[in-house]
């Protein structure tokens, strides 16, 4: 099974509306990334939240790591047709002696004007 | 400060031959991780190396598949007698460091695209 799940796996918006996309972990997350991908290209770091009730925005985008540290949920304010991609939420895991990001299957999302 | 660079960007094999994927990390950053993205899924962790070492190698096939970083150029994944499962976006990510706790993150390339015929 999967250990970070995305939802919804997908969405369409209108231009302007709000949206928001989550991420679950089947265990205790010690720091969640948050990447966009556009297809063709590599990911784009958005934010990075490490302690639970975190909170961080940059621009339109807020994301936040709620208290129990095993969800974490991006939010588009206003969201424009720049804002489509695959968002993917990353977590760490100390695995086979090292750290190491996990992510989960992506969130597409597609904003028509 | 030019970014995570990787070459070739698309890559088309017949199965049985070799591939060879570069990674040249950001400048300053002597970790390098390489993941692989399959259609429909989403990355997943292959092998971490620093300079002349590999450091974890769990998420790489057990056979064909080898990496390494060398003291000087590019991080090379090599693919010997590809299939066509082997066909995917094959990212590359580097860091300063690995502590997480520090809050370094990992930057990411544009990825090689590999398609076995």
């Known amino acids: 099974s999967q250990e970070l799940e995305q939802s919804p796996q997908s969405l369409i918006v209108q231009e302007g509306k709000n949206l928001t996309i989550n991420c679950t972990s089947s265990?205790?997350?010690?720091?969640l990334y948050w990447y966009k991908q556009k297809y063709g290209e590599g990911l784009i770091f958005l934010m990075m939240?490490?302690?639970?009730?975190e909170e961080k925005s940059h621009e339109k985008i807020t994301a936040k790591l709620d208290e129990k540290k095993q969800q974490s949920s991006l939010h588009i304010t206003a969201s424009q047709p720049s804002h489509a991609g695959i968002y993917l939420c990353g977590a760490v895991r100390y695995q086979g002696g090292s750290e190491k990001l996990v992510f989960g299957k992506g969130m597409k999302l597609t904003v028509n004007p | 400060n030019a970014g995570v660079m990787q070459n070739p960007r698309h890559l088309v094999r017949r199965r049985g031959q070799e591939a060879r994927l570069r990674c040249s990390p950001m400048k300053g950053h002597s970790h390098v991780y390489w993941y692989r993205q399959l259609p429909e899924e989403g990355l997943k962790f292959m092998v971490y190396?620093?300079?002349?070492?590999?450091?974890?190698e769990s998420g790489m096939p057990k056979e064909r598949f080898s990496a390494e970083f060398p003291k000087e150029g590019p991080s090379i994944l090599r693919i010997q007698q590809v299939v066509r499962g082997d066909s995917a976006a094959y990212f590359c990510?580097?860091?300063?460091?690995?502590?997480?706790?520090?809050?370094?993150?990992?930057?990411f390339g544009p990825g090689t695209r590999l398609l076995v015929l």
């Open positions: 990510a580097s860091s300063p460091r690995t502590t997480f706790s520090l809050q370094e993150t990992q930057y």
């Open positions: 265990k205790t997350l010690y720091g």
């Open positions: 939240l490490q302690k639970g009730g």
């Open positions: 190396l620093q300079k002349e070492n590999i450091i974890d």
